[in-house]
């Protein structure tokens, strides 16, 4: 270590609130560090048998019909590509709003999620459909931001990102950590950028929108690593912690999102506090949606369920889900067909 | 309604073609017990299942003379590949009728389906499977060239896991060229008795395993038979201390798989989350009815507090209930007489001072069942740290240093397994060494595969079931020095 490396580790980071109450005031990069590296190991094969002894709860009949509407509601309908349109935005928003047109009592999901530049046009469309409280009270509208997916780029450029779209009128920013640094173990840049990013969401009236912190635990590689990411991310100030981005493989896993659930559920020990959950991305099936149900259920209870404290980041789910669900309402199997594309 | 109140979702007993009542399987057929007959139940419900013929002394006989019959006339003249496919027909049967199996398992021993599905039953296929792929190859055993056969094996099983512990005594047995008399145990005869069926389907030679049902004279009947050749048991230190005074001096081959008061070490640097897991599937795992089970927890005392609170909440989260429901982890006690054996001890345990925390759960208003329970606060020299329960009964003990932790783990009469916890690959090795246990397992417990050796030391038993090892039991060594 040379003498700036060593000046550096020994600066105090920027004061986020649960990292000084849990770590003290003399927050530095050691500190942090010392304390990650502390975290109890995770053994893979343990915790890999854990989750598959979950992934074999049976759930049927109205344990079932229960669970599909409640993945419904903890949905984050999700459209994040280089061809998204206002238009495209515009149906993604009519189908969370009305998921099944057959159904009026199908749930509205929890929010949809869309690049930055298109927070504008979710933001018209479910204004559209009423007005800015009952907005509020339903449908969320979820930005991606700080360079996602890959997260290489300067602070600059990840802060305007974010503030521009909270701008805009997203109530929820999902930004992604800079897995650069954290591999090489620069663990203070990691957590600086995620305070800045925090402040990045707050509003001009001193509200904030509600930050998830996305891992890409598919390019972290270990469960200590994610174990260690989720610590960092909710000491700086995450309300959520969220698996992926969906555009790396792999992406959320049943393992990777209980280790998380345990995180979790060790913070809320340790200091009372409900931090959320998201696995995002691969989940397509309502059988593997409801495995997750189980392992949030099983692991920090039931009162996890809700969409303030536990997301799915998904596309094709919905459509399974409501197949499943007529399949439920009228005993026979419909189709593709019979549910909207978008 | 709450997620968690997950809805019924019960195997259907449907699969099941049970008679009223079955005979004793001798000689290829089901024929009438001479004893009286006895009934076995469901210990879930206390219902009656099926009527079992029960084997008097002369229905001994005659099940060891249509073994010596048939191990004179044809078992031991089949090559060992004829013995092979015998033996891989017989694992396929039990793969196409698994879910039946693992239903009859449930129903008559009350563990949980998910384990007999998932672990009683493909364990049974494969301890056939791999054995069948022995039958031909035992000149590499290690036994010398064409190492031979005994002749006629008694086998004597327990009711903790009926089916498995059959294939772990027979699959060997026949692969090596014996003929095989075997009693289940009196309380869980049922997957035997369809296991005969099979044996039917698969067309074995009529007399290559006999299935006599019965109780403990039966089973001494058939030890003491003065033309079997081998006798293995599994079961109580108790008996098998009865069994080896009197074959003592007789020239059976002796096998013993006895009991065991295992030491589950938790060290503080352990994968903390999955060393929870691994003690609970290490004692709550078929309902503590395990011999190797992680029935001590030795714990490190700085991590003491944590372990404890930490497996208290995942205790209350365990489903105590119908064993063939499918989202049930915590099945019936066997018997009425090992559910009183558990209570008293427990309630040992608790007037010789140490702390007794037991789950919260809502038990059946029929049937026999034990909540999962701690005890803490125990001291080496209780009576439930150092005998076996055979239940849902975990002893919570500490230990300050490595060196404490083994001293503590090898202080018991028994020495059948052991467990160690910890995420440093050095200190499994250098612990696992000192460990006078048969088998060690390192951040898993309760695992188990047919290529891997099981057995124990001391009060445990001797000999080993299971891999190469377990061969030398039924197979009399041709090496140099060998008794010719």
């Known amino acids: 270590?040379?003498?700036?490396?060593?000046?550096?580790?020994?600066?105090?980071?920027?004061?986020?609130?649960?990292?000084?109450?849990?770590?003290?005031?003399?927050?530095?990069?050691?500190?942090?560090?010392?304390?990650?590296?502390?975290?109890?190991?995770?053994?893979?094969?343990?915790?890999?048998?854990?989750?598959?002894?979950?992934?074999?709860?049976?759930?049927?009949t109205t344990s079932k019909a229960l669970a599909l509407d409640t993945i419904i509601r903890l949905i984050d309908l999700t459209t994040l590509e280089g061809a998204d349109?206002?238009?495209?935005?515009?149906?993604?928003?009519?189908?969370?709003?009305?998921?099944?047109?057959?159904?009026?009592?199908?749930?509205?999901?929890?929010?949809?999620?869309?690049?930055?530049?298109?927070?504008?046009?979710?933001?018209?469309?479910?204004?559209?459909?009423?007005?800015?409280?009952?907005?509020?009270?339903?449908?969320?509208?979820?930005?991606?931001?700080?360079?996602?997916?890959?997260?290489?780029?300067?602070?600059?450029?990840?802060?305007?990102?974010?503030?521009?779209?909270?701008?805009?009128?997203?109530?929820?920013?999902?930004?992604?950590?800079?897995?650069?640094?954290?591999?090489?173990?620069?663990?203070g840049l990691v957590f600086e950028q995620i305070v800045a990013v925090k402040e990045a969401c707050r509003r001009p009236d001193g509200s904030y929108a509600h930050l998830?912190?996305?891992?890409?635990?598919?390019?972290?590689?270990?469960?200590?690593?994610?174990?260690?990411?989720?610590?960092?991310?909710?000491?700086?100030?995450?309300?959520?912690?969220?698996?992926?981005?969906g555009k790396v493989s792999p992406a959320a896993t049943l393992p990777v999102t209980l280790l998380m659930l345990e995180v979790v559920r060790d913070w809320h020990r340790l200091t009372g506090e409900r931090i959320g959950v998201k696995p995002a991305g691969g989940i397509r099936s309502s059988k593997d949606a409801i495995r997750y149900l189980v392992t949030v259920a099983e692991t920090v209870g039931e009162e996890w369920l809700k969409p303030e404290l536990f997301r799915f980041g998904a596309s094709s789910l919905l459509n399974d889900v409501l197949l499943q669900r007529q399949k439920l309402t009228t005993g026979r199997y419909s189709g593709a067909d019979y549910v909207t594309m978008d | 309604?709450?997620?968690?109140?997950?809805?019924?979702?019960?195997?259907?007993?449907?699969?099941?073609?049970?008679?009223?009542?079955?005979?004793?399987?001798?000689?290829?057929?089901?024929?009438?017990?001479?004893?009286?007959?006895?009934?076995?139940?469901?210990?879930?419900?206390?219902?009656?299942?099926?009527?079992?013929?029960?084997?008097?002394?002369?229905?001994?006989?005659?099940?060891?003379?249509?073994?010596?019959?048939?191990?004179?006339?044809?078992?031991?003249?089949?090559?060992?590949?004829?013995?092979?496919?015998?033996?891989?027909?017989?694992?396929?049967?039990?793969?196409?009728?698994?879910?039946?199996?693992?239903?009859?398992?449930?129903?008559?021993?009350?563990?949980?389906?998910?384990?007999?599905?998932?672990?009683?039953?493909?364990?049974?296929?494969?301890?056939?499977?791999?054995?069948?792929?022995?039958?031909?190859?035992?000149?590499?055993?290690?036994?010398?060239?064409?190492?031979?056969?005994?002749g006629v094996a008694a086998q004597v099983i327990p009711w903790n896991f009926p089916l498995l512990m059959l294939a772990w005594k027979i699959a060997p047995a026949l692969a090596a060229g014996n003929t095989v008399v075997i009693k289940p145990a009196e309380t869980t005869p049922l997957s035997a008795l369809i296991f005969a069926e099979i044996l039917q389907q698969a067309e074995l030679p009529p007399g290559v395993v006999n299935i006599i049902t019965g109780a403990g004279d039966t089973g001494s009947a058939l030890v003491n038979h003065p033309d079997v050749n081998k006798v293995a048991f599994t079961g109580s230190t108790e008996v098998g201390r009865l069994i080896a005074k009197s074959t003592a001096g007789s020239g059976k081959k002796l096998t013993l798989e006895l009991g065991g008061k295992a030491a589950n070490i938790v060290f503080d640097d352990a994968p903390i989350e999955e060393a929870i897991e691994g003690i609970v599937n290490g004692i709550f795992f078929n309902q503590g009815h395990v011999c190797c089970a992680g029935s001590r927890l030795l714990v490190q005392e700085n991590v003491h507090d944590e372990v404890v609170d930490r497996l208290k909440t995942r205790l209350s989260t365990l489903r105590l209930g119908d064993p063939l429901d499918k989202n049930t982890d915590i099945g019936a006690i066997n018997s009425r007489a090992q559910l009183d054996r558990i209570r008293e001890l427990s309630d040992i345990g608790e007037s010789e001072g140490a702390d007794r925390w037991t789950a919260e759960c809502v038990i059946p208003d029929k049937g026999f069942w034990f909540a999962p329970t701690i005890f803490t606060n125990v001291e080496a020299s209780h009576r439930i740290a150092r005998e076996e329960i055979f239940g849902p009964v975990l002893s919570v003990l500490t230990f300050r240093t490595p060196a404490e932790a083994v001293a503590k783990a090898n202080n018991t009469p028994y020495g059948l397994s052991a467990g160690i916890w910890t995420d440093k690959g050095s200190k499994i090795l250098a612990v696992a060494d000192q460990l006078r246990a048969g088998v060690v397992w390192a951040n898993t417990f309760n695992r188990f595969d047919p290529s891997s050796p099981f057995g124990g030391y001391k009060e445990s038993g001797y000999g080993r079931e299971g891999g190469r090892h377990g061969l030398a039991a039924y197979l009399q060594s041709s090496g140099w020095g060998a008794k010719r």
């Open chain 1, 85 to 187: 349109t206002p238009g495209k935005v515009h149906s993604l928003v009519a189908k969370a709003m009305n998921p099944d047109a057959t159904d009026a009592t199908v749930p509205r999901v929890a929010a949809v999620c869309v690049y930055g530049d298109m927070v504008p046009y979710a933001v018209e469309a479910l204004g559209a459909a009423g007005t800015e409280s009952q907005r509020h009270e339903g449908i969320q509208v979820a930005a991606v931001a700080t360079a996602f997916p890959s997260g290489r780029a300067s602070l600059a450029v990840k802060l305007a990102d974010t503030s521009e779209a909270v701008a805009a009128g997203a109530d929820e920013i999902d930004m992604v950590i800079d897995r650069g640094a954290f591999l090489s173990g620069r663990y």
């Open chain 1, 1 to 60: 270590m040379n003498a700036t490396e060593h000046a550096a580790a020994h600066t105090a980071l920027a004061p986020a609130e649960r990292a000084l109450d849990l770590i003290g005031s003399d927050l530095t990069e050691t500190t942090l560090r010392l304390h990650l590296e502390g975290l109890s190991g995770v053994d893979a094969a343990g915790l890999e048998q854990r989750a598959a002894g979950l992934a074999t709860r049976s759930i049927k």
């Open chain 1, 212 to 245: 998830k912190v996305i891992l890409e635990t598919g390019e972290l590689a270990t469960y200590d690593n994610v174990r260690r990411a989720s610590w960092l991310a909710i000491l700086a100030g995450a309300d959520f912690i969220k698996t992926s981005t």
């Open chain 2, 1 to 150: 309604m709450g997620f968690l109140e997950y809805a019924p979702s019960p195997e259907s007993t449907a699969i099941l073609h049970l008679k009223k009542s079955y005979g004793l399987f001798i000689d290829g057929e089901f024929r009438k017990g001479h004893g009286k007959a006895f009934v076995t139940i469901s210990p879930s419900t206390e219902e009656r299942i099926a009527d079992i013929a029960n084997a008097s002394e002369a229905d001994v006989d005659a099940a060891v003379k249509a073994a010596r019959r048939a191990y004179e006339r044809t078992w031991s003249k089949l090559s060992g590949a004829d013995r092979g496919k015998y033996l891989f027909r017989i694992a396929r049967l039990v793969q196409e009728r698994a879910r039946e199996l693992a239903v009859a398992e449930s129903l008559d021993n009350g563990k949980p389906i998910k384990e007999s599905r998932d672990v009683d039953v493909p364990l049974v296929a494969a301890w056939f499977f791999y054995y069948a792929g022995w039958a031909d190859k035992l000149d590499y055993a290690g036994l010398g060239p064409a190492p031979a056969s005994l």
